[in-house]
């Protein structure tokens, strides 16, 4: 079945160092890719998403791309701001039955210091 | 446009009893799907409703059931708890079964202790 799989955590920064959550995934179909965040006490936000290989997500300056050959959407910032801290998730949406069904990862908390 | 809500926000249950949650879907969005997301986990996927039909499930057992109203809201029901319940129960909603392929909107998630 399908499958997501990312980087454990916590990851802890420095404010404006560079990001990388690493995100591969294994799945029977041609999946959407996605990364959500979710901050502490709420529900889940859609980060940025890919549909197809080789296209390249981007919001807020985190940008991943969907690489098929290598099964990887890996999440990176340029530079993180302590506001960034949350914990990220990587997900695939796979066509079953008619409908588009989301697989999740456990999640990468990221830290942000000053 | 009003996004997903989500009805309580916190309840403790004791072990044996039965819980309602409730969702009430984003504005024009007919798709709603549930998710239990365990301390320190990811979202697990427990069904999907498509105009009020259940059209996905995952692997969860029958005493957790759901509806969809004419309305497009929705319930999660959880007969029998179990101390393993305790989670955050997320709801999320998107226009249309093939619209998940582009993301869905969550509500904040109801927290249910089970003692």
């Known amino acids: 079945g399908d499958s997501v799989t990312q980087m454990e955590g916590p990851v802890t920064l420095s404010e404006e160092a560079f990001l990388t959550i690493n995100c591969t995934y294994t799945?029977?179909?041609?999946?959407?890719l996605f990364w959500y965040v979710q901050y502490p006490g709420e529900g889940l936000q859609l980060l940025l998403k890919?549909?197809?290989?080789?296209d390249k997500g981007s919001n807020k300056g985190f940008e991943a791309t969907y690489r098929k050959e290598t099964t990887s959407f890996h999440l990176e910032k340029g530079s993180v701001q302590v506001s960034d801290s949350a914990v990220y998730f990587c997900?695939?949406?796979?066509?079953?039955?008619?409908?588009?069904?989301?697989?999740f990862g456990r999640g990468t908390s990221l830290i942000v210091h000053p | 446009e009003t996004g997903v809500t989500q009805s309580p926000t916190h309840l403790i249950k004791t072990r044996g009893q039965q819980v309602t949650l409730r969702c009430s879907s984003q504005?024009?969005?007919?798709?709603v799907s549930w998710y239990q997301q365990a301390l320190g986990q990811g979202p697990q996927f427990i069904f999907q409703?498509?105009?009020?039909?259940?059209?996905g499930r995952g692997n969860f057992p029958p005493r957790f059931s759901g509806l969809q109203f004419p309305n497009y809201s929705s319930e999660l029901n959880v007969n029998a708890l179990e101390l393993d319940d305790s989670a955050l129960y997320l709801c999320?909603?998107?226009?249309?079964?093939?619209?998940?392929?582009?993301?869905?909107?969550f509500g904040s998630g109801t927290r249910l202790t089970v003692v």
């Open positions: 409703y498509y105009r009020e039909e259940e059209n």
């Open positions: 890919a549909t197809k290989a080789d």
């Open positions: 997900a695939l949406s796979d066509l079953r039955g008619g409908s588009y069904i989301p697989t």
């Open positions: 999320a909603s998107s226009s249309s079964a093939t619209t998940g392929k582009y993301g869905y909107t």
């Open positions: 799945a029977t179909g041609y999946p959407s």
């Open positions: 504005s024009g969005h007919n798709t």
